[in-house]
């Protein structure tokens, strides 16, 4: 399956897209019947957060309320990083790009305006890498829970090298800081391992996501589920 020349995140494609030229195997099946189609996005290490947040964008892009709560939710976002020490012209024009597409949303509620937008390189990678200061602030600032589930005998030395810079790819504690920074709930599906069956991972369990992702050799991207009958 092959993304546009240049494209961050593609344009949806039918599920069979991901599927390889010999007999679907049982986990594609599983999928296929799952979901209708996938958006691609691009490999290169922010994978997770721009598929995070077109995602979501995309799934409240026609309910104002939804919008303008996260909008509310990015603004206010801004005390969390305060608050976990990183100075105010650190994040401030990166904060500001993602404000500036969620109101871009607003005013046209176009999927269109949506997919331009995240295909900017330097307006995509402004949202990228605001996202990873609000997962690093959140990791931080609820420091005595994350660092039990950190490797790195450090959490501040963890959040600057593995979650602050670009293109270093997230860990399950770094969605899940995020998924509480926002309140936003996501579903993973993943293809990985052995058994015949996708696996199935909702975070935070027990909510109603508002996102479906499919994680498939290290690498994330967008999945569209079928209509309920």
Do not use: W
């Not at 099946?29 to 979501?56: I, M, P, Q, T, W």
């Not at 770094?174 to 579903?187: E, P, S, V």
């Not at 993973?188 to 499919?214: C, F, K, R, W």
């Amino acid at each position: 399956m092959k993304m546009e020349v240049g494209s961050l995140v593609s344009r949806t494609e039918d599920i069979s897209a991901l599927f390889s030229a010999q007999t679907p195997s049982a986990k594609h099946e599983d999928l296929n019947g799952r979901f209708s189609a996938v958006r691609k996005v691009r490999g290169d290490g922010n994978c997770f957060y721009r598929a995070f947040c077109f995602a979501h964008l995309e799934s409240v892009l026609h309910n104002a309320r939804a919008l303008q709560r996260f909008k509310d939710k990015i603004i206010h976002s801004g005390e969390v990083l305060a608050s976990a020490g990183f100075d105010e012209n650190s994040f401030r024009h990166h904060l500001t790009t993602v404000v500036n597409v969620v109101e871009r949303c607003q005013a046209e509620e176009q999927e269109d305006t949506l997919h331009r937008l995240l295909n900017e390189p330097v307006t995509s990678d402004g949202v990228v890498q605001y996202l990873r200061l609000l997962t690093s602030a959140h990791l931080q600032n609820h420091a005595d829970f994350f660092c039990n589930f950190v490797e790195a005998p450090d959490l501040q030395v963890y959040c600057r090298q593995e979650v602050e810079a670009m293109a270093m790819e997230c860990d399950h504690v770094d969605i899940l800081a995020l998924t509480q920074a926002l309140d936003i709930c996501i579903h993973i599906v993943s293809m990985e391992g052995d058994e015949q069956q996708l696996a199935h991972h909702i975070i935070p369990e027990g909510a109603e996501p508002s996102l479906h992702l499919l994680y498939q050799t290290s690498h994330y991207n967008i999945l569209y589920p079928r209509p309920r009958l």
